[in-house]
């Protein structure tokens, strides 16, 4: 899976903001904050990770057991999903 086209991610301040462009910036008007972890599996997903990359990727990254790890990935996806950002 990978993010949709016409989303870029830029850093304000101390704030990740996911920001649509272009044709994607015509159709929907909103703005979505990531933290450093949303940040971070949102550039895993620039890669067209599967939902076990992202959680590997995460346990790699930071210090969590799997179960959080897994459950982090399981709700962030769930938000993309909700806000119908994804290709699966």
């Not at 993010?3 to 649509?20: A, L, M, R, T, Y």
């Not at 939902?51 to 962030?76: I, K, M, P």
Request: hydrophobic fraction near 50%; proline fraction near 1%; aromatic fraction near 6%.
């Amino acid at each position: 899976m990978k993010i949709k086209g016409g989303f870029v991610v830029n850093k304000v301040g101390s704030q990740h903001v996911v920001v649509p462009v272009g044709e994607a910036s015509m159709e929907r008007h909103c703005m979505i904050r990531l933290n450093d972890t949303g940040a971070f599996l949102w550039g895993q997903l620039g890669a067209n990770a599967a939902e076990e990359d992202l959680v590997q990727a995460l346990l790699a990254e930071y210090a969590v057991d799997d179960d959080t790890a897994r459950a982090d990935v399981t709700a962030f996806l769930g938000k993309l999903r909700a806000a119908d950002l994804l290709e699966e």
